[in-house]
Each structure stands twice: as structure tokens, then as C-alpha cells.
């Protein structure tokens, strides 16, 4: 079993800056992969952005060139830095881990509300 706490969320103005975390339980350099994912109200969840064992990253479009995600080791944590912030950016955010590729080895956050509003 692997425990997944997100931290960071909040309200902020358009334009504005945020970085949420993402501790997992576990050693993450092993993991498959780590995401984060977003849902806003009345929307199905979305991907945000991922990263694999080997460090490649990939992001959906929409976030391209404004949000960046990173991994720290040491640390067992991943972080999403969201620059330039849109109200449509506005959801909950969820961190998953997917240990390994067997069905069902996968694990998510309680959620992190972010707000973009003036």
C-alpha cells in the first residue's frame, strides 16, 4: 500500500503563481509513474501532467509552457509549479502514483483545491 498526501492548493489571482507537492509513501524512483490530475466541476478527471521511472515528463496541452512538473528522490515527493494561471485552471487536483504495471497497483491523494480568481 502506498500513501499519497497533496499539499500546496488554494486561491490565487489570474496570473499568479502555485506549487503543489505530492509525498508518497515508498521509494518514488522505482515507481512507473507519478501524475497530476484535475478535475473542476461538472468535467470528467483529466490528466495534468506525468512523469516516468526514467524522468520523461509529458503535459497536456492546455498547461504546456505554464506548469512544470519535477521529482525529488530524497524526498519521495513530486511537485507541480503552475505559473501563469488561468480560472480555467480552477479544480482539484490529484496526485497518482502507479507503482507498478500490475492491474490495480495504483494510488491517489484526497485532492487539493486550486482557485484562480481575481
Known amino acids: 500500500q502506498v500513501q499519497v498526501v497533496e499539499s500546496g492548493g488554494g486561491l490565487v489571482q489570474p496570473g499568479g503563481s502555485l506549487r503543489l507537492s505530492c509525498a508518497a509513501s515508498g521509494s518514488i524512483a522505482s515507481f512507473h509513474r507519478m501524475g497530476w490530475y484535475r478535475q473542476a466541476p461538472g468535467k470528467q478527471r483529466e490528466l495534468v501532467a506525468e512523469i516516468t521511472r526514467d524522468g520523461t515528463t509529458t503535459y497536456v496541452p492546455s498547461v504546456t509552457g505554464r506548469f512544470t512538473l519535477s521529482r525529488d528522490n530524497a524526498k519521495n515527493t513530486v511537485y507541480l509549479q503552475m505559473n501563469s494561471l488561468k480560472p480555467e485552471d480552477t479544480a482539484v487536483y490529484y496526485c497518482?502514483?502507479?507503482?507498478?504495471?500490475?492491474?490495480?497497483?495504483?494510488?491517489w491523494g484526497q485532492g487539493t483545491q486550486v482557485t484562480v480568481s481575481s
Open positions: 497518482n502514483a502507479v507503482r507498478t504495471r500490475v492491474f490495480g497497483d495504483t494510488y
